[in-house]
């Protein structure tokens, strides 16, 4: 069996932090969020290539990254695009990545922004027992956040309907971007985009294919966060931090008060200062503030501010208000 990690977002919602670097490479607690998934991923003996789909910007990024690990099976494979509008879709680009890479085996393609609770292993188990296309779907708990995801309704655990982004959603069940497809799907994903289907998601390519296949759903509870935005960033920080802090051991904090669920990385110096619910990067300053809900990226200076929902970029300086 194949695995696919997709990691060809641009992250313009996480910008200035995702500006140069991919949002991919966030920390959360001790880890990545695609460093967990390579190694549930290497872990597992039936995966034997790991392809790891990501675009021409961070090309070297991910090279230098993938060199720098522990994992044997990932290996890169690049989209011909530097800019978020000229990306082929998601549909499209992972059509051209089989034909790329010539897969013809079943399939499990997860995205590399996916901060999932359940374990993969559990996940393909279920998938080789269906014999059949698969996703993995959350009960998202809101009517309003499942339009922004495709809706899934049930019979038993087969899908027996499928809207991707409802403007008026029954429900609250929807996909996430885990998915398993059998060796005789992938050709229906060129089938699919010749009709002129829509190249976008990959739950436009699923809303077809259970027309004409059985789907089936591995439903799971917990936790799930789709990181691409600074609140659900923040959240799945929190999430892994279950109210605990994390400080680097070279990381300076004086005279300060760190409230719940605070990452501070290495170099960073925290002075007469109280933080909560807030990631600080390496070799950032913050002196006489009160940070909350934000992130301040790397060698940023932020001296005397009140800050809320704060998203500082590299190497800012932000000194008495100014």
Known sequence: MKAVVLAGGYATRLWPITKHRPKMFLPVGDSTVIDQIFAELEADERIDDVYVSTNERFAEDFRDHLAESEFDKPRLTVEDTTEEDEKFGVVGALAQLFDRENITEDTLVIAGDNLISFGISDFVDFFEAKESPTLAAYDVGSRERAKSYGLVELDGDEVVDFQEKPDDPKSTLVSIACYAFTAETIPLLDEYLDNDNNPDEPGWFVQWLQSRDSVYAYTFDEAWFDIGTPES?????????????????????????????VHIMPGAELVNSSVNNSIVFPSATIRDCDIRNSIIDEKTHVENMDLAGALIGAHTQILNGE
């Open 233 to 261: 960033y923040l959240e799945a920080v929190g999430w892994k931090l279950d109210g605990e802090n994390r400080v680097a051991d070279s990381a300076t904090v004086e005279n300060t008060t760190l409230g719940e669920n």
